[in-house]
Protein backbone atom coordinates (compact mmCIF):
# COMPACT_ATOMS: atom_id res chain seq x y z
CA UNK A 1 0.00 0.00 0.00
CA UNK A 2 3.25 2.39 0.97
CA UNK A 3 4.81 1.37 -2.52
CA UNK A 4 1.69 2.29 -4.67
CA UNK A 5 1.16 5.46 -2.86
CA UNK A 6 5.39 6.84 -3.00
CA UNK A 7 4.58 5.54 -7.02
CA UNK A 8 1.87 7.57 -7.69
CA UNK A 9 3.44 10.63 -6.31
CA UNK A 10 6.79 9.92 -7.59
CA UNK A 11 4.53 9.32 -11.18
CA UNK A 12 3.90 12.96 -12.56
CA UNK A 13 7.99 13.85 -10.82
CA UNK A 14 9.11 11.58 -13.50
CA UNK A 15 7.00 12.69 -16.62
CA UNK A 16 7.73 16.37 -15.64
CA UNK A 17 12.17 15.53 -15.96
CA UNK A 18 11.09 13.45 -18.82
CA UNK A 19 9.38 15.91 -20.92
CA UNK A 20 12.63 18.85 -19.80
CA UNK A 21 14.16 16.62 -21.19
CA UNK A 22 12.49 15.83 -24.59
CA UNK A 23 12.41 19.96 -24.55
CA UNK A 24 15.83 20.65 -24.02
CA UNK A 25 16.67 17.80 -26.94
CA UNK A 26 14.61 19.18 -28.85
CA UNK A 27 15.56 22.86 -28.52
CA UNK A 28 19.27 22.05 -29.20
CA UNK A 29 18.22 20.08 -32.33
CA UNK A 30 16.62 22.80 -33.75
CA UNK A 31 19.07 25.12 -32.86
CA UNK A 32 21.60 23.33 -34.71
CA UNK A 33 19.53 22.87 -37.84
CA UNK A 34 18.65 26.62 -38.02
CA UNK A 35 22.34 27.72 -37.86
CA UNK A 36 23.03 24.96 -40.75
CA UNK A 37 20.30 26.53 -42.63
CA UNK A 38 21.99 30.08 -42.13
CA UNK A 39 25.55 28.66 -42.94
CA UNK A 40 24.25 27.26 -46.24
CA UNK A 41 22.35 30.12 -47.73
CA UNK A 42 25.60 32.03 -46.84
CA UNK A 43 27.48 29.76 -48.99
CA UNK A 44 24.72 29.61 -51.13
CA UNK A 45 23.62 26.55 -50.94
CA UNK A 46 20.03 25.10 -50.28
CA UNK A 47 18.43 24.06 -46.75
CA UNK A 48 18.47 20.53 -47.68
CA UNK A 49 22.35 20.32 -48.77
CA UNK A 50 23.30 22.79 -46.12
CA UNK A 51 22.32 20.02 -43.30
CA UNK A 52 25.00 17.71 -44.97
CA UNK A 53 27.56 20.50 -46.01
CA UNK A 54 29.30 20.77 -42.45
CA UNK A 55 32.96 22.11 -42.88
CA UNK A 56 32.62 24.04 -39.27
CA UNK A 57 34.57 22.32 -37.22
CA UNK A 58 33.81 22.90 -33.00
CA UNK A 59 36.24 23.66 -31.03
CA UNK A 60 36.57 21.41 -28.45
CA UNK A 61 36.70 21.49 -24.66
CA UNK A 62 39.95 20.24 -24.14
CA UNK A 63 42.07 22.97 -26.66
CA UNK A 64 40.17 25.97 -24.77
CA UNK A 65 42.27 28.69 -23.92
CA UNK A 66 42.28 29.31 -19.90
CA UNK A 67 41.11 32.79 -19.41
CA UNK A 68 43.40 35.22 -19.92
CA UNK A 69 45.96 33.33 -21.20
CA UNK A 70 48.08 34.64 -24.28
CA UNK A 71 49.41 32.88 -27.79
CA UNK A 72 51.30 35.47 -29.59
CA UNK A 73 51.57 34.44 -33.11
CA UNK A 74 53.42 36.25 -35.92
CA UNK A 75 52.42 38.04 -38.48
CA UNK A 76 53.84 36.54 -42.39
CA UNK A 77 52.76 37.88 -45.61
CA UNK A 78 54.24 36.76 -49.10
CA UNK A 79 55.38 39.42 -51.11
CA UNK A 80 57.18 40.81 -54.77
CA UNK A 81 59.33 43.89 -55.49
CA UNK A 82 56.36 45.45 -57.98
CA UNK A 83 55.51 48.54 -56.53
CA UNK A 84 51.90 46.98 -56.86
CA UNK A 85 53.04 44.89 -53.85
CA UNK A 86 55.38 47.70 -52.01
CA UNK A 87 52.70 50.32 -51.40
CA UNK A 88 49.95 47.35 -50.04
CA UNK A 89 52.68 45.74 -47.67
CA UNK A 90 53.68 49.68 -46.47
CA UNK A 91 49.55 50.45 -45.32
CA UNK A 92 49.57 46.66 -43.83
CA UNK A 93 52.29 46.90 -42.22
CA UNK A 94 51.46 50.54 -40.79
CA UNK A 95 47.98 48.89 -39.67
CA UNK A 96 49.45 45.75 -37.95
CA UNK A 97 52.16 48.33 -36.13
CA UNK A 98 49.28 50.36 -34.80
CA UNK A 99 46.87 47.41 -33.44
CA UNK A 100 49.65 45.26 -32.20
CA UNK A 101 50.21 47.49 -29.32
CA UNK A 102 46.28 47.74 -28.56
CA UNK A 103 44.69 45.65 -25.65
CA UNK A 104 43.03 42.26 -26.83
CA UNK A 105 46.02 42.09 -29.37
CA UNK A 106 48.16 38.74 -29.35
CA UNK A 107 49.98 40.07 -32.80
CA UNK A 108 53.87 38.93 -32.07
CA UNK A 109 56.61 39.46 -34.90
CA UNK A 110 56.45 40.54 -38.13
CA UNK A 111 57.97 39.11 -41.83
CA UNK A 112 57.46 40.26 -45.30
CA UNK A 113 58.55 37.18 -47.38
CA UNK A 114 59.97 38.74 -50.58
CA UNK A 115 59.85 35.94 -53.04
CA UNK A 116 61.95 38.25 -55.78
CA UNK A 117 65.42 36.71 -54.75
CA UNK A 118 66.76 40.39 -54.16
CA UNK A 119 66.58 42.99 -51.71
CA UNK A 120 64.51 45.78 -52.38
CA UNK A 121 63.99 49.33 -50.76
CA UNK A 122 61.75 48.42 -48.07
CA UNK A 123 64.32 46.26 -45.77
CA UNK A 124 64.77 48.85 -43.61
CA UNK A 125 61.33 49.66 -43.16
CA UNK A 126 59.68 46.74 -43.06
CA UNK A 127 61.44 43.68 -41.57
CA UNK A 128 62.15 41.18 -44.63
CA UNK A 129 63.19 37.93 -45.16
CA UNK A 130 64.78 37.50 -48.65
CA UNK A 131 64.11 34.44 -50.74
CA UNK A 132 64.01 32.46 -54.03
CA UNK A 133 61.12 32.42 -56.75
CA UNK A 134 60.32 29.44 -58.73
CA UNK A 135 63.18 28.04 -61.56
CA UNK A 136 62.09 30.91 -64.08
CA UNK A 137 58.65 30.04 -65.95
CA UNK A 138 57.59 27.60 -63.63
CA UNK A 139 54.70 29.54 -62.87
CA UNK A 140 53.41 30.09 -66.34
CA UNK A 141 52.42 33.82 -65.02
CA UNK A 142 50.49 32.27 -62.10
CA UNK A 143 52.65 34.82 -59.72
CA UNK A 144 50.93 33.09 -56.45
CA UNK A 145 52.40 29.54 -57.09
CA UNK A 146 55.27 31.16 -55.75
CA UNK A 147 53.95 31.66 -52.39
CA UNK A 148 53.72 27.76 -50.97
CA UNK A 149 57.37 27.84 -51.92
CA UNK A 150 58.47 30.96 -50.31
CA UNK A 151 57.04 29.94 -46.89
CA UNK A 152 59.07 26.47 -46.99
CA UNK A 153 62.13 28.69 -47.16
CA UNK A 154 61.35 30.93 -44.83
CA UNK A 155 59.89 27.96 -42.26
CA UNK A 156 63.69 26.51 -43.04
CA UNK A 157 65.95 29.40 -42.82
CA UNK A 158 63.83 31.72 -40.22
CA UNK A 159 63.90 31.69 -36.39
CA UNK A 160 60.06 32.20 -35.40
CA UNK A 161 59.88 32.49 -31.92
CA UNK A 162 56.22 32.26 -31.59
CA UNK A 163 54.22 28.87 -31.70
CA UNK A 164 51.56 30.17 -34.09
CA UNK A 165 51.52 32.15 -37.47
CA UNK A 166 49.11 33.99 -39.39
CA UNK A 167 49.35 34.14 -43.49
CA UNK A 168 48.25 36.94 -44.43
CA UNK A 169 48.67 39.52 -47.43
CA UNK A 170 49.42 42.59 -48.44
CA UNK A 171 46.06 43.57 -49.06
CA UNK A 172 44.71 43.55 -45.54
CA UNK A 173 44.49 46.25 -43.13
CA UNK A 174 43.80 45.20 -39.60
CA UNK A 175 40.75 47.10 -38.49
CA UNK A 176 41.17 45.88 -34.83
CA UNK A 177 43.30 44.24 -32.61
CA UNK A 178 43.35 40.41 -33.67
CA UNK A 179 43.28 37.49 -30.77
CA UNK A 180 45.14 34.24 -32.30
CA UNK A 181 41.63 32.31 -33.26
CA UNK A 182 43.57 29.60 -33.53
CA UNK A 183 43.55 26.86 -30.83
CA UNK A 184 46.09 23.85 -30.34
CA UNK A 185 45.70 21.39 -33.44
CA UNK A 186 42.70 23.53 -34.70
CA UNK A 187 44.09 26.46 -36.98
CA UNK A 188 41.37 29.29 -37.54
CA UNK A 189 40.53 30.24 -40.97
CA UNK A 190 38.27 32.32 -43.26
CA UNK A 191 35.70 30.54 -45.47
CA UNK A 192 35.04 31.65 -49.00
CA UNK A 193 32.20 31.09 -50.24
CA UNK A 194 33.76 29.96 -54.29
CA UNK A 195 35.60 27.29 -52.27
CA UNK A 196 33.68 24.50 -53.33
CA UNK A 197 35.59 21.15 -52.68
CA UNK A 198 31.73 19.44 -52.84
CA UNK A 199 31.12 20.78 -56.41
CA UNK A 200 34.68 20.10 -57.46
CA UNK A 201 34.59 15.97 -56.67
CA UNK A 202 36.15 14.50 -59.54
CA UNK A 203 39.04 17.19 -59.45
CA UNK A 204 39.29 17.25 -55.90
CA UNK A 205 39.82 13.28 -56.22
CA UNK A 206 42.71 13.83 -58.68
CA UNK A 207 45.09 15.09 -55.12
CA UNK A 208 42.24 13.35 -52.02
CA UNK A 209 42.08 10.01 -52.66
CA UNK A 210 38.96 7.89 -51.74
CA UNK A 211 40.43 6.10 -49.14
CA UNK A 212 41.88 9.25 -47.51
CA UNK A 213 38.06 10.13 -46.53
CA UNK A 214 35.13 12.03 -47.42
CA UNK A 215 35.60 15.42 -49.46
CA UNK A 216 33.66 17.46 -46.76
CA UNK A 217 37.27 17.20 -45.08
CA UNK A 218 38.34 19.51 -47.36
CA UNK A 219 38.02 22.85 -46.04
CA UNK A 220 36.10 25.56 -47.78
CA UNK A 221 39.11 27.70 -47.35
CA UNK A 222 42.57 29.58 -48.76
CA UNK A 223 45.75 29.92 -47.07
CA UNK A 224 45.26 33.55 -45.59
CA UNK A 225 43.60 34.81 -43.59
CA UNK A 226 44.84 31.72 -41.53
CA UNK A 227 46.08 31.38 -38.16
CA UNK A 228 47.98 27.91 -37.40
CA UNK A 229 50.85 26.00 -35.37
CA UNK A 230 54.50 26.66 -36.65
CA UNK A 231 54.83 22.95 -36.61
CA UNK A 232 51.91 22.14 -38.17
CA UNK A 233 52.46 24.80 -41.20
CA UNK A 234 55.86 23.09 -41.17
CA UNK A 235 54.38 19.69 -42.15
CA UNK A 236 51.55 21.10 -44.47
CA UNK A 237 53.87 23.74 -46.21
CA UNK A 238 55.65 21.73 -48.47
CA UNK A 239 52.63 18.99 -49.45
CA UNK A 240 50.72 22.44 -50.48
CA UNK A 241 53.62 23.67 -52.47
CA UNK A 242 54.04 20.29 -54.57
CA UNK A 243 49.96 19.84 -54.98
CA UNK A 244 50.39 23.89 -56.46
CA UNK A 245 52.55 22.74 -58.65
CA UNK A 246 50.57 19.68 -59.74
CA UNK A 247 47.28 21.28 -60.22
CA UNK A 248 49.12 24.15 -62.47
CA UNK A 249 50.52 21.12 -64.62
CA UNK A 250 46.86 19.70 -64.86
CA UNK A 251 44.76 20.91 -67.43
CA UNK A 252 41.19 20.68 -66.32
CA UNK A 253 42.59 21.72 -62.82
CA UNK A 254 44.19 24.65 -64.14
CA UNK A 255 40.91 25.69 -66.19
CA UNK A 256 38.55 25.03 -63.11
CA UNK A 257 40.22 26.77 -60.57
CA UNK A 258 42.09 29.64 -62.88
CA UNK A 259 43.23 31.92 -59.79
CA UNK A 260 42.02 30.38 -56.67
CA UNK A 261 43.81 27.34 -57.63
CA UNK A 262 46.93 28.02 -55.07
CA UNK A 263 43.72 28.24 -52.22
CA UNK A 264 42.31 24.72 -53.07
CA UNK A 265 46.19 23.41 -52.96
CA UNK A 266 46.49 25.07 -49.29
CA UNK A 267 42.75 23.33 -48.32
CA UNK A 268 43.48 19.77 -50.41
CA UNK A 269 47.18 19.92 -48.35
CA UNK A 270 45.73 20.69 -44.76
CA UNK A 271 42.82 17.89 -45.40
CA UNK A 272 45.57 15.53 -46.53
CA UNK A 273 47.31 15.92 -42.89
CA UNK A 274 44.78 15.99 -41.25
CA UNK A 275 44.58 19.20 -40.63
CA UNK A 276 40.68 20.68 -40.04
CA UNK A 277 40.03 24.09 -39.57
CA UNK A 278 37.68 26.45 -37.51
CA UNK A 279 35.95 28.51 -39.67
CA UNK A 280 35.21 32.43 -38.66
CA UNK A 281 33.04 34.03 -41.01
CA UNK A 282 34.07 37.43 -38.33
CA UNK A 283 37.69 36.79 -39.52
CA UNK A 284 37.83 38.79 -42.55
CA UNK A 285 35.27 41.26 -44.66
CA UNK A 286 35.55 42.27 -48.22
CA UNK A 287 34.11 45.23 -49.38
CA UNK A 288 32.01 46.40 -51.44
CA UNK A 289 30.08 43.23 -50.77
CA UNK A 290 30.22 43.44 -46.95
CA UNK A 291 28.31 46.51 -45.91
CA UNK A 292 29.66 46.77 -42.67
CA UNK A 293 32.73 46.53 -40.69
CA UNK A 294 31.35 45.30 -37.53
CA UNK A 295 33.06 42.63 -35.25
CA UNK A 296 35.34 41.87 -38.37
CA UNK A 297 39.34 42.30 -37.88
CA UNK A 298 40.79 42.08 -41.14
CA UNK A 299 39.97 44.21 -44.39
CA UNK A 300 40.30 42.19 -47.25
CA UNK A 301 40.47 45.24 -50.30
CA UNK A 302 40.74 42.97 -52.90
CA UNK A 303 37.27 43.81 -54.85
CA UNK A 304 37.34 47.16 -56.98
CA UNK A 305 34.66 49.50 -55.46
CA UNK A 306 32.60 51.69 -57.90
CA UNK A 307 30.15 53.65 -57.25
CA UNK A 308 27.44 56.61 -58.78
CA UNK A 309 27.30 60.28 -57.10
CA UNK A 310 24.15 58.84 -55.59
CA UNK A 311 25.79 56.58 -53.73
CA UNK A 312 24.99 53.27 -55.70
CA UNK A 313 27.17 50.57 -56.40
CA UNK A 314 27.57 50.01 -60.18
CA UNK A 315 30.09 47.15 -60.01
CA UNK A 316 30.96 45.71 -63.38
CA UNK A 317 31.02 49.03 -64.29
CA UNK A 318 34.11 52.46 -63.95
CA UNK A 319 31.65 54.48 -61.23
CA UNK A 320 31.78 58.26 -61.15
CA UNK A 321 33.42 57.40 -57.25
CA UNK A 322 36.24 54.15 -57.40
CA UNK A 323 39.01 52.51 -55.38
CA UNK A 324 40.23 49.92 -56.77
CA UNK A 325 43.83 48.83 -55.98
CA UNK A 326 44.77 47.34 -59.40
CA UNK A 327 44.15 51.68 -60.63
CA UNK A 328 47.64 51.78 -58.84
CA UNK A 329 49.80 48.80 -60.66
CA UNK A 330 52.75 51.42 -61.12
CA UNK A 331 52.87 53.22 -57.60
CA UNK A 332 51.17 53.77 -54.77
CA UNK A 333 48.15 55.90 -55.09
CA UNK A 334 47.83 59.90 -53.90
CA UNK A 335 47.64 61.08 -50.26
CA UNK A 336 44.55 62.26 -49.19
CA UNK A 337 42.11 59.85 -51.81
CA UNK A 338 38.47 61.43 -52.19
CA UNK A 339 36.10 60.10 -49.71
CA UNK A 340 33.04 58.24 -51.13
CA UNK A 341 29.33 60.19 -51.35
CA UNK A 342 26.80 60.10 -49.13
CA UNK A 343 25.00 56.42 -49.22
CA UNK A 344 27.86 54.30 -49.85
CA UNK A 345 28.60 51.49 -47.25
CA UNK A 346 30.63 51.97 -43.86
CA UNK A 347 32.95 49.22 -45.00
CA UNK A 348 34.09 50.93 -47.90
CA UNK A 349 34.31 54.61 -45.77
CA UNK A 350 36.15 52.49 -43.07
CA UNK A 351 38.87 51.21 -45.88
CA UNK A 352 39.35 55.12 -47.54
CA UNK A 353 39.92 56.15 -44.13
CA UNK A 354 41.99 53.86 -43.05
CA UNK A 355 44.44 54.48 -46.75
CA UNK A 356 44.49 58.02 -46.11
CA UNK A 357 45.77 57.86 -42.20
CA UNK A 358 48.71 55.46 -43.22
CA UNK A 359 49.70 57.43 -46.45
CA UNK A 360 49.70 60.67 -44.43
CA UNK A 361 51.81 58.78 -41.77
CA UNK A 362 54.04 56.67 -43.98
CA UNK A 363 57.35 58.96 -44.50
CA UNK A 364 58.77 59.05 -48.57
CA UNK A 365 54.96 57.66 -48.87
CA UNK A 366 55.63 58.78 -53.03
CA UNK A 367 58.43 56.40 -53.68
CA UNK A 368 57.53 53.47 -55.22
Given amino acids: MIGRKTMGRALPLLLMILALVFFFATY ?35 VRKPFNAKAPFHVALTAT ?11 MYYWYKKQKEMPGSEMGGFTRILHSGNPDNLMDEI ?45 HIFIKPLPNLGHGGYPAAFPFFYIRPDRNEKIIRKYYPEEKGPVKNVDPIGNSPVIIKKDLLEKIAPTWMNIS ?38 FMLQPPWDLETGKKFIIHYTYGCDYNLKGELTYGKIGEWRF ?26 TLVKMVNEATANIPNWETP
Avoid at 28 to 34: M, Q
Avoid at 129 to 153: C, E, H, K, S, T
Avoid at 324 to 348: A, Q
Wanted: glycine content about 6%.
Fill in 127 to 171: PTLVVDPLPAGMDRGYIVLNRPWAFVQWLEKATIEEEYILMAEPD
Fill in 81 to 91: DAPYSKWQCRI
Fill in 245 to 282: IRMKDDLETDKTFGWVLEMYAYAVASALHGVQHILRKD
Fill in 28 to 62: NLLTVIFQYRSFGEWVGVDSDSALLFDPVIEMPEN
Fill in 324 to 349: DKRSHLRGPPPKNLSMPPPGVPESVV
